[in-house]
């Protein structure tokens, strides 16, 4: 999507090519554009998951950053017991992740960046959520994944739909930020760039 933005004219870009993180930005009612960015992912050895989602998240806003533009880039990473669940790609490797999971707390950690190109300023901020799973038995797991084909979901479930039917609990500061992004800091984060999701929208002439 691409219009003239009520807080001014200057463009918010999203580096991003996820479906969820644009329905999550499209929440704040700020027109944007969506943008691949051109970021290598690899991880980096003995990198803790919480600098991973950051370092990336950077990586991806800076990689569209254009002059005068307002830019959010985020990524999240996802550890249990310190080792990294990436998205699964197919089914047998989810149903793995799933297993994994039984009766532990996955850590998902979600990193975001906002860039303002035009005077260098920057924000940044990670989200952690605690996810504890319930213990369910394969039959059910393999359910699961036939229904909601999570395949490119870090953890290899979908929040927002029956993927709670797996879980114990969820602690988190911020509901969206297990989704893929965390909305509470980013209205703020935007409104210090100049881009309030709440200001008035101007009169037409």
């Not at 490797?93 to 920057?122: M, N, Y």
């Not at 952690?128 to 797991?141: G, I, K």
């Not at 911020?174 to 709440?198: C, M, N, Q, Y």
Request: glycine share 8%; hydrophobic share 40%; with cysteine.
């Amino acid at each position: 999507m691409s219009y003239e933005n009520p807080s001014g004219s200057r463009a918010l870009l999203l580096a991003s090519t996820s479906r969820y993180r644009r329905d999550l930005l499209g929440r704040l009612g700020l027109p944007f554009e969506i943008r691949a960015p051109t970021t290598d992912e690899a991880a980096v050895a003995d990198e803790p998951p919480e600098r991973m989602a950051a370092r990336l998240a950077e990586a991806k806003a800076r990689s569209i950053a254009t002059r005068d533009a307002v830019v959010i880039g985020s990524d999240q990473v996802a550890s249990l017991d310190g080792r990294l669940l990436r998205k699964p790609g197919r089914h047998e490797v989810a149903l793995s992740q799933l297993e994994a999971c039984q009766g532990r707390t996955v850590v998902f950690h979600t990193g975001v960046f906002v860039l303002d190109a035009r005077s260098g300023r920057s924000w940044t901020h990670v989200d952690q959520t605690d996810v504890r799973f319930a213990r369910r038995p394969r039959a059910e797991l393999d359910r699961y994944l036939g229904i909601e084909q999570p395949y490119d979901c870090v953890g290899s479930f979908k929040a927002e739909g029956l993927g709670v039917a797996l879980f114990e609990s969820i602690e988190s500061r911020d509901p969206t930020g297990l989704i893929g992004l965390p909305l509470i800091w980013l209205a703020t984060a935007l409104k210090e760039a100049g881009l309030d999701p709440l200001a008035p929208v101007p009169r037409a002439r």
